[in-house]
């Protein structure tokens, strides 16, 4: 594998970073800047709309631009936005640069690059090393961000999101080669979402975050119903998501090429008994014990899960590679689609008939994933 994909895993690892690290000082964030907390949540809830809406035109629109350009100039871009948020004197100029950053960050997309530098045979080993920038962001450098933020505020944070930004630029300036695009770009070029074959794995991708997010969203209750753990202790259960995500993605990578629907068909059904693991945990007596099987349950969810993403990216870009940055944008679209549905759904479930019952709503979406999924991953890309 070649070496230089570790500076696009760790381009990854800062831009995740950096649009999230703040999220965990929203308290702190509103009261200084003179905001409730529902308020200051929509920074991260505005930066999410604009890269779903914005990221397949941009994608578009910049597909025939030097991959290493692109990334130099999102990445620096990123850098001096998130310096500028860090000096906000209130809540509207925050906003403004939040979604600014969104914008930015549609540039930023390493998985394309990754394909560039690597044999067709590596390519899907290649998007999953990428992709474990990703998880490592959700691992560590939000937590450190959110650490720091703790201790010098939350300005802080957005320092360290630009620093970390700034140099991810610097490094992939200096250490890759130009990267011509081969895409044809183009708004023609968004066309591809209309293929069949596209459409169904763009379908996969929703159906497993929605899913898994039916639970995610509502993870820290799910764990004090069924552990009685609160607070802090609601952390050490979640760390088996960074851990997941981390093996699925390196089982992922490792399987991705293998052409056929049952490696993807079998992901969804392990997805779909993790999830109804929760609903028959949610169905027993609360005990400090199920916090064993629990994080076992999430550890499968987030691996199953993270396993299928670089089967995802591979097929799509075998499916479209004229169109491949375009493609990565209409996938990045749909799974940040998929959380919110999967959230909202959880959220009517939980109305309807309590907790017990997301666990249920995942599965079946799962189980409709791994339908599909037969479909979708029939022919090879």
Do not use: K
């Not at 209309?194 to 764990?223: D, E, K, M, N």
């Amino acid at each position: 594998m070649d070496r230089r994909i570790w500076l696009l895993t760790g381009a990854q690892f800062a831009s995740a970073t950096g649009a999230y690290a703040f999220t965990g000082l929203i308290a702190r964030l509103a009261a200084d800047l003179g905001v409730s907390v529902a308020t200051a949540g929509q920074l991260a809830a505005t930066y999410a709309l604009t890269f779903a809406l914005a990221g397949p035109p941009i994608a578009a629109l910049t597909a025939r631009v030097d991959r290493r350009l692109l990334l130099t100039v999102g990445l620096g871009l990123l850098s001096v936005l998130n310096l500028a948020t860090a000096l906000v004197p209130d809540f509207g100029s925050a906003l403004v640069l939040r979604v600014a950053a969104a914008l930015a960050s549609a540039l930023v997309l390493p998985a394309v690059a990754a394909s560039m530098l690597v044999p067709a045979a590596q390519r899907a080993r290649a998007i999953a090393l990428v992709m474990a920038g990703l998880t490592l962001a959700f691992s560590f450098g939000i937590p450190l961000g959110t650490a720091l933020g703790g201790v010098v505020g939350w300005r802080g944070t957005f320092v360290f999101a630009g620093t970390l930004t700034g140099l991810a630029a610097l490094a992939v300036r200096l250490g890759l080669p130009a990267l011509p695009s081969t895409d044809r770009g183009g708004a023609g070029s968004l066309g591809i979402a209309l293929r069949p074959a596209i459409l169904g794995v763009l379908g996969t991708s929703w159906l497993a975050f929605s899913g898994l997010f039916c639970i995610a969203a509502y993870l820290g209750p799910i764990v004090t119903a069924t552990t009685g753990i609160e607070g802090s202790g609601i952390g050490a259960i979640q760390v088996f998501v960074g851990l997941g995500s981390l093996v699925g993605i390196g089982a992922g990578g490792r399987v991705a090429d293998r052409q056929g629907p049952a490696v993807p068909v079998v992901l969804f059904l392990v997805l779909a008994l993790a999830l109804l693991g929760y609903a028959g945990l949610l169905g027993l007596e609360r005990a400090a014990w199920h916090a064993v099987p629990l994080s076992l349950l999430v550890f499968a969810g987030s691996a199953s899960l993270f396993a299928l993403a670089p089967l995802v990216q591979s097929r799509l870009m075998g499916l479209a590679p004229e169109d491949r940055s375009v493609a990565l944008a209409l996938n990045g679209a749909v799974i940040l689609a998929g959380q919110g549905t999967g959230a909202a759904l959880g959220g009517l479930v939980i109305a309807a008939g309590g907790l017990a019952w997301t666990g249920l709503a995942g599965c079946a979406l799962a189980l409709a994933g791994a339908a599909l999924a037969a479909r979708a991953y029939r022919r090879p890309a």
